[in-house]
Each structure stands twice: as structure tokens, then as C-alpha cells.
């Protein structure tokens, strides 16, 4: 065929119509939602945009993995794992940041980049089911960083024969509180992403309110509550940095051992971390519809 | 029943007034949309697909009103914008197949679509190469089949032969000439270039600053006049002087020579005469409107 | 180096977002200093800590990034690259002009910062001020040069650059001491610790060394950059 006509001719193989079902919004966020989902793991798309993610998985993993084996080899002489689970999000901040900063300009930056996004408000698609698409997709994509290695440890722990019952409650309650973790951490990094078309810029500022943030917050909380003696202080501090804020706010809601160097002051400070991790779910929602409601070309 | 409404559609910025109480009925068939850069043809465009909100008047698209049904008006709308808006790095099977689905497909009916559109546009091997490396004229055919693949009834096509080589030029508008004969989908077409739209469309509307100029169709706007223009390598005069004892009316035109058309016997006395002067013809042909004549009768009004 | 390269260059980098970024990155350091001086009063300790924890741990590395790959990422990233590779200019000489601009931003933004919140907090006394703005002075020009190579070599120079800074300098470096000796952050702490009265600052690594690792790197990496922009393919994307 293709020797007898020059390439690019249409071929009259005749055209057939489309009768079968055509699927409503819900169908079509829910696909968008998927596709956004596979996206933050480099699936269906190219080899190398799937190295960085699954290697960055592998890395989240691999002290989960080690604390596993340690508690299996020292099982006679632990009598629970080294690390608890609801410390894991801030001992491997680093890697979640970094995933972050990579895939959430991944997300976002690439349709506002290669101006992708009218050919999705041109079909049934609201603005919102597509920034609910992005959001939901990026933080079940964080939390399935963050539930991969609790669920090692938790394998660990069972086949160390710590008491089950224990184990299985303080894994849930991390789950949960990883949930927390995953929908703050996406919601600040897609509002950062969505700000900037290129790609670099966007994963540079993303790491930067994060670590910077977390630097100076450690730091300052550090010094105000040991030199000062003001743990108070020090603990209202912890409401500047999304992962000091997490980690207050699943420390008081969920029981859980606090990484950071100040809890959250008494129950007027937990209150507050709840209302701020809550206000700001929902100001980065704001800003995110905000942002998509001006795109026109 | 008409395809597009429109009364008077007006779109104010704040620097420029982009749509001036268009009122514009468009029915089935291919429409030509003409008008200079900045003329609003993009801008009518938006708004019909609810991507972009008109400042007053009312518009109608599929006999739903813009506004209030949007979703329902874009399940059954293609769209290929003017400016670049593929990924680079996806391959142009992946990135239909993904529009299908976001236009409610389902995974397996996108899937077959697309390689049936994209066989239609005239994609083959290159549609599993990532789009980054193709030629305009691949890219312009995947924001095409982008449009068509899930089977709307209208598509907009915002100057869709921008960038193609002469070739790639009529390729893509013989492709939507047969949008409309052999899919049987309206199709709204824009351009700045008069004689392109001349050669496919049906109707053809015509806007200047925001403001309708002309709309009707293109047989109206063609039709061939009963005349013939006669152009000749030298010594007009004398030609003209022999058609004139001939019996033919010549009237001057700067370098050409119009006579009226009474009867097919014309073209052979043409032909007679400038043979037995011994000069050569250059031009014998019926006198035909052209879209650009309308603007010049905007200048008159 | 040539002039006008380095002026088209501080004039993408000082425009708009980024620079936006880089001030208030300033600005948060400055307002930390001042926060820190007004509730702890003066302590030597708590400045050598918290200048070396946040401004050489945290500030100098991602300026260096932020800086580093900004002068000749988006260039490379939408292709207006070739404006510049195709002028008769060394490409060498392409690679200086860019990193003479990386390193007066970072100094600008990020080393007299540092000077400014040491005298803030401790005024002149114990050399702190002195001794962490060379630090500064020395981690800027270094993270620079490695971010502007990384940025040639690769398109994801941001993201590899974190996980060095991040992975390497912060995890490996913390349970690896074999690893600190290979950390710029250390380097520059040896020279802090040099200036530095009182045995405020400690780092693992000696000055002669850090001193010869740092001119290795700096010199290596801008060498290897021009060879490298040499070669640059741009086709298509990843």
C-alpha cells in the first residue's frame, strides 16, 4: 500500500461512526485521575522518565528493609522495632521531598508548558475534576511511598512475632497519619508547580520551601527550646514548615512519637495544628482552582 | 438547523473591542471563517467551546446555549487549536488514545478509535515515535485526530494549514473537504488565507475587527461572471481593435481585455484573432469573484 | 569570558520568579538572624549552629542549585541555546561568562547574607561573621561550578542535584565519615573552623585537603562543562 501511494494520503477505507457509550465526567476524572496517578511513577511513558521515581521508591524503602532484618536478627533482644512507624515521614523527608519536587512539576508543569490544557477544558472536563484529578492522583501517589515501607516494617515486625495486635494498631494509625503527610506535602508542591511553566524552576522552589523551611524551623525550634527553655514557643513554631506541621498534627490527633524537636503545646496548640493542616488542605485547593480558572489558550 | 448561532456576540478587553455584535447562523456543511490576524476569529472560537466567556450577546452551538450547557456542547465538539500544544515526549498514539478517554470513551473504544483516526490523517509508523520529533505537517495531523477521534458532530479547526508546505497545504484541505463529504461532521474552519477557503468551504463568513463583513455562500460569493478576460503577450491594441470588428464588446481592464461571454463561439473568435495578429495568449479565462473583493467593498461603505 | 554572554545571562536570572525566590530566601536568613539575636541575645554557639546548620547546610547549596543550573538550564531546556553556541565564542568562554554570573549572584544572595546574619547575631567578635562568610564565599563558588556542569550534562540537573545534596551530603555524609570527606559542605566548614576562634565550628576534614578538593572541583567542573557544551545534542525531550 504504502509503495503505491505517497505516505500521508488518505486512505479510503471508509469511515466508521461512534455509537457506543459515551462515559460523563465521573468516568472521565476518574481516567484522568489514573493516568495522573501512573504519571508520578514514570508508567506509561518513556524508560528514563520511570528511573527516577522507581529508584526513589527503592531508596524509601531500603532502611524499612534493613529495620526489618534487624528486627528479625535481634528479635531476641528487641521487643519492638528500632524505629516506630510514625517517625518514617520525617527521618525520609528528604526522599518524599524529592519525589515531590520531581513529579509534581510532572503533574502539572508539562500541560501548562506544552499549552496542553485548553484541549482538556474543550471537552467534558470541569476545572475542577481536573485539578481534583491532579491532587488526588499526586497524594495517593505519596502515600503509596510512605505506605510501602510502613507495610515492610509491619511484615518485619509479624514475622519477628512482636505482639500482633500492637503492631497492626500503631501501623494503622501511621497509615493514617500518612495520609496526612501525602495530601499536604501534594497539595503545597502542585500549587508551587502550577505557578511556573518550567520545569526546573518548579522542582528548585518546591525543594525549597520544604527544606529550607524545615531547616530554619528544626533550627530555630532547636534553639529557642533548649537554650531558651521555651518549649512552648518553640512547639508554635513547628506550624511553618508543612512537615513540622504534619508531624505535630499526627502526633496529637494519633498518639503518635514525635519526630520533631517541639510537639505542639499542650491542647490549644494541638487544636491550632489541626485547624492549619486543614486550612491549609484547603487553601491550596482554593488556589489551584484559582489558578486553572484563568486558563484560556 | 443551524450548527452555530450567534446575536450579537460581543467580547470587549480592556485595550480592544475583539467581537462587535456578531450575528452570525452557520449550517451543516464546511464554513469558512476569514479574516485578517486579530480579526477575533480565535476569539469567537473560545467562547463557542465555553473556554473563554463573551462580555454580552447570546451564542448557540448544536441548538444548546454556550453557557449554561458547556459540558453537553463539548462531548460532541472537536477542537485544533492554532498554536503548538502537543507533549514532546509521548507518542501520538498514547496522547489520542488519552484525549479519547478524557472525552469519555472507554478504554477499549479509545484505543480502536484512535488508530482508525490516525490511519484517516495519515499517520503510520510515525505514530509510535514520541511526538517531539515530528514535522509540522505530523503535528498539525495528530491535533487533528485529536478533534476527530471521538466522533463529534462539529469540530473547529483554528487555521489548521499554518506552517504546511504547499503540498501539506492541500493535503490537509482535501482531508477537510472529506471531514464533511465522507465523515459527515460540520466542520468551522478559520484562515487568513482567502483563496484556500474559497476551494472547500461551503459557506464562508467574514469578519474584520470584530464585525461581520460578508456571510453567505460560496457559490454566491464565486459565481462566474459572463464574462471572459483575455490577456496577451504584446500590441493589446491591435487585438482589441480586431475583437471589436469581430463583433465582440472588449472593454480595458490595465492589461487585460474583457469581453463578454455570449455564447461558446467566443473563445474560438479569441483564439482566431490573436493567432492571425501573431502574438502570444496568455490568459483566457471566465472572470471570477474572489473573496478579497468583499473587502474592498467594506472600504466603499 | 565575554561581557555581553554574562550580561544576557544576569539579565534572564535577575527577571521575574527566580529572583523573586532568591530575595526571600535572603530575606527569611536575615529575618531568622535578627529573630534568633532578639530572643537568645548573643551566643556564639547558638550563631556557629545555626549558620552552620541552615546557611551552609540548607541556604549555600540550594542557591548554588537554584543559581547554577538558572544560568543555562531554560536556555538548554527550550533550545534558545543555539543563539549563543552558534556566535564565535569559545564554548569555554561561553561556560566562564555563565559561571562568573552564578558566582556574583550566589555571593550577592547568599554569601554576604551569611557575613551580614553572623555580625547580626555575634557582631565581630570570635571571627564568626569572617569565618562563615569565607565559608559561604568558597561552598558558593564550588556549588556553582558542579550545578552549571550538572546542568549541561543533563536536563534533570535540578533533581540530580538534590539527591546529591540531599541524599549524599545529608544521609550518606551523616552515617558514612569516610563519605564527609568528599562533601563541599565540609570543605567549607574546615575553612570556617580555620577562622573560627574558640573551637565553635568543628568539621572532619583538614584544610589542606579541603583547601586542594576545592580548587579540584571548581577548576574540574568548569573545565569539564566547556568541554562538555561541546557536545551538546538537542533534540527532542528526557
Known sequence: MSQQQPAGVIHDIGYRGYDGPRLGRGAVARALYVHSLRGAFGLGRSARAKVLPMLLLGVMCLPAFIIAVIANATSSVLTELPLPYSRYAVVAQGILTIFLAAQAPQAVSRDLRFKTVPLYFSRPLERSDYVLAKFAGLSTAMFLLLAAPLLIMYIGALLAEFPAGRETTDVALALVGAVAFAIVFAGVGLVIASLTARRGFGVAAIITVFALSFAAISSLQGIIRYVEDDATLAGWLGLFSPITLVDGFQTWVLDASSSAVAPPPGSAGGVGYVLVTFGVIGACWALLNLRYRKVSS | MPVIQTEELTKRFPAVTALDRLTIDVEPGVVGLVGANGAGKSTLIKILLGLSEATSGQARMLGLDVTTDGPKIRERVGYMPEHDCLPGDVSATEFVVHMARMSGLPADAARERTADTLRHVGLYEERYRPIGGYSTGMKQRVKLAQALVHDPEIVLLDEPTNGLDPVGRDDMLALIRRIYTDFGITVLVTSHLLGELERISDHVVVIDAGRLLRSSSTSEFTRTSQFVAVEVTAEPDTVAGQLKAAGLDVVRDGHLMVVPLEDESVYDIVRDTVAQVGVGLIRLEQRRHHIAEVFGERGSQ | ?238
Do not use: C
Open chain 3, 1 to 238: 569570558m565575554n561581557t555581553t554572554v554574562a550580561q544576557l545571562t544576569a539579565r534572564a536570572l535577575l527577571g521575574g520568579r527566580r529572583a523573586l525566590l532568591l530575595l526571600v530566601m535572603s530575606a527569611v536568613l536575615l529575618a531568622l538572624a535578627v529573630l534568633l539575636r532578639l530572643s537568645v541575645g548573643v551566643d556564639h554557639q547558638v550563631t556557629a549552629d545555626f549558620l552552620g546548620a541552615v546557611a551552609l547546610g540548607a541556604l549555600i547549596p540550594l542557591f548554588g542549585l537554584i543559581v547554577g543550573t538558572g544560568v543555562i538550564g531554560p536556555e538548554i531546556d527550550d533550545g534558545s541555546v543555539v543563539y549563543v553556541l552558534s556566535k564565535p565564542i569559545s564554548r569555554p568562554t561561553i561556560i566562564l561568562s555563565k559561571l562568573v554570573v552564578a558566582v556574583a549572584a550566589t555571593v550577592l544572595f547568599a554569601a554576604v547574607p551569611t557575613f551580614v546574619a553572623g555580625l547580626i547575631m555575634s557582631g565581630t567578635e570570635a571571627g564568626l561573621a569572617v569565618g562563615f562568610g569565607a565559608a559561604a564565599l568558597v561552598a558558593s563558588v564550588a556549588y556553582s561550578a558542579v550545578f552549571v556542569l550538572l546542568a549541561v550534562v543533563t536536563r534533570h540537573a535540578v533533581v540530580y542535584g538534590l539527591a546529591y545534596a540531599l541524599i549524599w551530603e545529608g544521609l550518606v555524609g551523616g552515617y558514612v565519615p569516610g563519605a564527609r570527606t568528599l562533601s563541599i559542605q565540609q570543605w567549607s566548614l574546615s575553612l570556617a573552623e580555620t577562622i573560627v576562634e574558640r573551637d565553635l565550628v568543628s568539621s572532619d576534614v583538614r584544610l589542606a585537603v579541603a583547601g586542594v578538593l576545592l580548587a579540584v572541583v571548581i577548576v574540574g567542573a568548569t573545565w569539564y562543562a566547556g568541554q562538555r557544551l561541546r557536545v551538546l545534542s538537542l533534540a527532542g525531550e528526557e
